[in-house]
């Protein structure tokens, strides 16, 4: 069985400050992790993926994530928040079936 | 273009309705999908099709009746539902299926359901 956490519901940041938003994996055979962001009553927008390689992968808005097998680990951060980030993000995993599996998403709430 | 277009944006229809939802992609792939998202959750995979042919159907009901007419085009047609449906209808496209661990699902904007 595979599994994806994202141990917080809601995060919480003042602009102008590093975000970390969480994401633990549990998987079989190689992991294939994303992160993807959604905007009230839109779709889900691609941000970034990690397939192999470097274990800090960078995407899109200024958002990088960093793999780390030994913690089974793959946390979305960025240096410096806006409020325009603010938004419900979810943690993807797939891991050898042709079925995402999601994490329950996490509300990142950028402070003025 | 990385776009996939959903229509209608908002359905609202009763219980006896017949309606259907429409998803476009122009961007050459192979593979599609539609998902349920209840609010603030994440979304729940229904089906899957791969080269116009249905490759998965996560136990759906059958007031939900998937087609997929070309590889550009996915419908999903609705009959009878249930309030509970009421929810936001998300299709997504990826290159091919065969690799899904590896390629990237875009997403249309959805349909809002409602379903009195």
């Known amino acids: 069985a595979q599994s994806v956490a994202q141990p917080e519901d809601q995060v919480n940041v003042a602009e102008g400050n590093p975000l970390t938003v969480k994401c633990t994996y549990s998987v079989s055979g190689n992991p294939y992790l994303f992160w993807y962001v959604q905007y009230p009553n839109r779709g889900l927008q691609f941000l970034l993926k990690y397939i192999t390689g470097d274990n800090l992968v960078k995407g899109s808005y200024g958002f990088e994530a960093e793999f780390n097998k030994s913690q089974t680990s793959f946390h979305l951060k960025k240096p410096s928040a806006l409020v325009s980030d603010s938004a419900l993000y979810f943690c993807?995993?797939?891991?050898?079936?042709?079925?995402?599996?999601f994490g329950r998403g996490t509300s990142l709430i950028v402070h003025p | 273009d990385t776009e996939v277009t959903q229509t209608p944006k908002h359905l609202v229809m009763g219980m006896t309705n017949k309606k259907s939802l429409k998803c476009e992609q122009h961007?050459?792939?192979?593979?599609m999908y539609w998902y349920k998202q209840k609010a603030k959750k994440p979304p729940e995979l229904m089906f899957v099709y791969s080269y116009e042919k249905l490759s998965i159907n996560e136990s759906v009901p059958s007031r939900f009746s998937p087609e997929c007419p070309n590889s550009s085009l996915l419908n999903l047609h609705l009959h009878a539902l249930q309030p509970e449906d009421s929810a936001l209808y998300l299709c997504a496209s990826s290159p091919i299926i065969w690799d899904s661990s590896t390629d990237t699902q875009y997403f249309g904007p959805g349909t809002r359901l409602t379903v009195l």
């Open positions: 993807v995993g797939w891991g050898g079936s042709y079925i995402p599996t």
């Open positions: 961007m050459g792939h192979r593979a």
